[in-house]
T-cell receptor, first 114, second 116 residues
């Protein structure tokens, strides 16, 4: 069975600081990886996804994530955060073997102080 | 393109009462999902439909939860009777069938259920 763990439950940082959120998954086969974001009062939105190819994936709003297969990791990064990046971030994994079932991590709440 | 629609947005009921949630997926999306998101946790899949057939309901508490998608379009999730631990946000998502896009799910705004 596939599972996802996110290391940080809460992150507080100031504007212009760099952000890195950890995500590790457990599944030995071919996976598809996602980062979703939930802004306050809004629904889950896709930030970026990895299916294959270049392991460094660019997403919306300046976010990027790097897939490191040997470490079963898919960490999310942003070089300089803004107050508007305050949100909850979820890492998720799916695979054809799991019937495209999307398994989420527990989420990381990010608070960016102005 | 209209997104995934859900109603109601909020519901408060007493334990042992019943409740139903409705979802209308993005037009043309064959696959529909219901998730439960308990406060402080990530969403957990309850049931997955492809058209009007159930693909995965392994995590659906079938003694009290039921779901249907009779015409392969909109769907209803029901809880009867509700327990305090059912308090959560119920999310509906949809995805197209086939191809790489099949892996990307689009989420609705959710229904926040409070059981007292």
């Amino acid at each position: 069975a596939q599972s996802v763990s996110q290391h940080n439950h809460h992150v507080i940082l100031s504007e212009a600081a760099s952000l890195e959120l950890g995500c590790n998954y457990s599944y030995g086969g071919t996976v598809n990886l996602f980062w979703y974001v939930q802004y306050p009062g809004q629904h889950l939105q896709l930030l970026l996804k990895y299916f294959s190819g270049d392991p460094l994936v660019k997403g919306i709003k300046g976010f990027e994530a790097e897939f490191i297969k040997s470490k079963f990791s898919f960490n999310l990064r942003k070089p300089s955060v803004q107050w508007s990046d305050t949100a909850e971030y979820f890492c998720a994994v799916t695979s054809k073997a799991a019937g495209n079932k999307l398994t989420f991590g527990g989420g990381t709440r990010v608070l960016v102080k102005p | 393109e209209a997104g995934v629609a859900q109603s109601p947005r909020y519901k408060i009921i007493e334990k042992r009462q019943s409740v139903a949630f409705w979802c209308n997926p993005i037009s043309g999306h064959a696959t529909l999902y219901w998730y439960q998101q308990i406060l402080g946790q990530g969403p957990k899949l309850l049931i997955q439909f492809q058209n009007n057939g159930v693909v995965d309901d392994s995590q659906l508490p079938k003694d009290r939860f039921s779901a249907e998608r009779l015409k392969g379009v909109d769907s209803t999730l029901k809880i009867q009777p509700a327990k305090l631990e059912d308090s959560a946000v119920y999310l509906c998502a949809s995805s197209p069938l086939g191809g790489g896009d099949a892996y990307e799910q689009y989420f609705g705004p959710g229904t926040r259920l409070t059981v007292t």
